[in-house]
């Protein structure tokens, strides 16, 4: 199996990222950050904490790039000792967040698409308990249409057991096209 595919949209409650993060000031903290307003570009190095609203974003080098609209563009690398973390609020039910770790994260804002790579997982947790835990060699996240893509290790051999999974709490309505 190349990869496995999960819809999500519900009828009701459609719950989308964080609208007002996209109003917030991104706060950058690292051992090094280096700005260049010019091209809106930024670089960080070792121990970073990347906070825009609700998105929290960990790891140990990273770029940015903000486009002309103002959407980030968000890429980040783990190290050897700790993945790259992302978390963030999801718009609607109060206390409902999106968190995921890989040794790469990468977020396009404007598209609101999250992709984790490597030792990639992702759960998605309402008041702090988990709704669905997925993992794989790579994660795709589509926040607007609510689906997730989970792919195998690109090198697995096709003898190898799965190595993508979900566990996916019940829906009460869930849409089919």
Known sequence: MSF?????SLVT????????????????????VSINEVEQKYK???????????????????????????????EVKGNAKSLATFRQRREGLANEFMQGLGRDVSYNGKQEVLILLGDANMKR??????????RGGKIEYRDDTQEYRVSPPPNQPKSALPSSRAVLAPRSKVVTQ
């Open 44 to 74: 960080l190095q070792g121990d970073i904490l990347l906070i825009k609203g609700s998105i929290v974003v960990t790891g140990d080098k990273g770029d940015i790039l903000v486009d002309p609209e103002g959407y980030q563009f968000i």
């Open 125 to 134: 947790l309402l008041n702090m308990q988990m709704r669905d835990h997925l």
């Open 13 to 32: 409650g459609l719950a989308l990222a964080e609208k007002a993060d996209q109003d917030k000031p991104l706060i950058l903290n690292a051992d090094s």
């Open 4 to 8: 496995v595919f999960f819809g999500l």
